[in-house]
T-cell receptor
Framework: AQTVTQSQPEMSVQEAETVTLSCTYD???????LFWYKQPPSRQMILVIR??????QNATENRFSVNFQKAAKSFSLKISDSQLGDAAMYFC???????????FGAGTRLTVKP | DTEVTQTPKHLVMGMTNKKSLKCEQH?????MYWYKQKAKKPPELMFV???????INESVPSRFSPECPNSSLLNLHLHALQPEDSALYLC?????????????FGSGTRLTVV
């Protein structure tokens, strides 16, 4: 079974600074997809960024980028120029290319200090 | 319409009650999902529907009964629940099994069993 591990229960960053959230995963599959989701107090899960395992190039979405290390099974999220609205719970997620259902890590609560 | 709508937003029910949670999307997605999220925990997959057929059931107790009457609707019927079933229940939908665009989540139903 695939597992997703987020080793940082809480992180804090100063507004306008950069922060990196870590995620590792364990799988024997060769084809899969990785995601970062954000869950603010409103409870809705919002997709931040996604990465296909077969792509070597790291995904980027505006201020959000990932460092995908397939051999190390690592998928970290970097948030640049942090904003107050970035404060939320961030979940790393794994989705197999072969079977349904997305699996989430335990989450990292990000606080942004003004 | 790019939303997944869940009703009700809050529900309090007794252990002998029968209730239903509803989820609706009009994005043409053919895969829909139920997740359970306990406080300060990640969402846990319960059911996966693909083309209105149940494709994954993560060994969820029979007191939870999913139903997918058509491609836009997903229900979760609840009967004889226990207090430990109190949680946030999230519905999600996706195109192409969520590989390309991830999942679109609803805001959830906060369920309290008394």
């Amino acid at each position: 079974a695939q597992t997703v591990t987020q080793s940082q229960p809480e992180m804090s960053v100063q507004e306008a600074e950069t922060v990196t959230l870590s995620c590792t995963y364990d799988t024997s599959e060769s084809d899969y997809y990785l995601f970062w989701y954000k869950q603010p107090p409103s409870r809705q899960m919002i997709l931040v960024i996604r990465q296909e395992a077969y792509k070597q190039q790291n995904a980027t979405e505006n201020r959000f980028s990932v460092n995908f290390q397939k051999a190390a099974k690592s998928f970290s999220l970097k948030i640049s120029d942090s904003q107050l609205g970035d404060a939320a719970m961030y979940f790393c997620a794994y989705r197999s290319a072969y079977r349904g259902g997305m699996r989430f890590g335990a989450g990292t609560r990000l606080t942004v200090k003004p | 319409d790019t939303e997944v709508t869940q009703t009700p937003k809050h529900l309090v029910m007794g252990m002998t009650n029968k209730k239903s949670l509803k989820c609706e999307q009009h994005m043409g997605h053919r895969a829909m999902y139920w997740y359970k999220q306990k406080a300060k925990k990640p969402p846990e997959l319960m059911f996966v529907y693909s083309y209105e057929k149940l494709s994954i059931n993560e060994s969820v107790p029979s007191r939870f009964s999913p139903e997918c009457p058509n491609s836009s609707l997903l229900n979760l019927h609840l009967h004889a629940l226990q207090p430990e079933d109190s949680a946030l229940y999230l519905c999600a939908s996706s195109q192409d099994q969520g590989l390309t665009y991830g999942y679109t989540f609803g805001s959830g139903t906060r369920l309290t069993v008394v």
